[in-house]
């Protein structure tokens, strides 16, 4: 599995998250209770970004139509999404400048994801 360095780890504040483009695909990592994920950066429900602010109390949430998402698994909790937030592989490596993120590049099968779920907006 291909990995690409995301953020130092201290720019990712507790509670909260950060969301880069990576090779075309929106990809969010957040941390809460000490614990980092990382997801693909789309809301299953209408293909609307995540953004920096979609945590909440251990919650992930959409700020097109407020779909929750559990932290831990991506996994729906609340809302009209079906499917749950997809996972990608993180890394925490100790290089000189400090602690690293590094996250699983995003494939094709991502690319198909996003394009299935987003729908166009009329």
């Given at each position: ?68 998402f ?7 909790s ?9 996972r ?26 996003i ?8």
């Open positions: 599995m291909a990995m690409v360095r995301f953020s130092r780890l201290k720019v990712i504040p507790e509670g909260g998250a950060r969301v880069k483009v990576i090779d075309g695909v929106p990809i969010m990592v957040a941390r809460y209770n000490g614990e980092l994920r990382a997801y693909i950066a789309v809301c299953p429900h209408k293909g609307y970004v995540m953004c920096e602010r979609s945590i909440n109390g251990g919650k992930l949430v959409c700020p097109g139509h407020g779909e929750v559990d932290f831990s698994t991506g996994e729906p609340r809302g009209k999404a079906k499917e749950p937030l997809p990608l592989h993180l890394e925490v490596r100790e290089e000189e400048r400090g602690s690293e993120v590094w996250v699983e590049l995003p494939g094709d099968e991502h690319r198909e994801w394009r299935r779920v987003s729908k166009p907006i009329h």
